[in-house]
């Protein structure tokens, strides 16, 4: 979608599929074990799929387990907006794209270090930029 963040409802249901559309916009989750980039192990960088923000680098990308694309920690922490979610009776810190405030996924205290955090991201909210020897 490039840099636009004034798109309308109609923009983004028109540039995203409508997985993206309910994940990015409507703050939904991918089932687990789904997502394209849950395996990848390629050097490069994620983006968010509805602006284009360099998000996290796969150097940070580990195998959590639980079924979704893990950081434990953000390219650039001025790129994310972390927000306290009290959905679905419990409290989480909700994760969106602080350019075009699309959903990502959640940020969690149980990662590795040297952070101990686990961002838990959908991979409909992100595209991967692959980079050449890491």
């Not at 994620?46 to 390219?75: N, Q």
């Not at 009290?86 to 075009?100: F, K, L, P, Q, W």
Request: net charge negative; proline share 7%.
């Amino acid at each position: 979608m490039g840099d636009d963040m004034n798109n309308d409802d109609g923009q983004w249901r028109k540039a995203l599929t409508p997985e993206q559309y309910h994940v990015c916009r409507e703050k939904g989750t991918e089932p687990p074990f789904s997502g394209k980039y849950l395996s990848n192990k390629e050097p490069g960088i994620y983006t968010c799929a509805c602006c284009g923000a360099e998000l996290f680098d796969a150097k940070t990308k580990f195998d959590s387990g639980t079924g979704w694309p893990s950081f434990w920690d953000v390219l650039d922490p001025t790129k994310v907006n972390l927000i306290t979610d009290h959905s679905h009776g419990m409290t989480r810190i909700e994760v969106t794209c602080a350019n075009c405030g699309a959903h990502l996924g959640h940020l969690f205290p149980d990662g590795p270090e040297p952070t101990g955090q686990r961002y838990c991201i959908n991979s409909l909210s992100l595209e991967f930029e692959e980079q050449e020897g890491g």
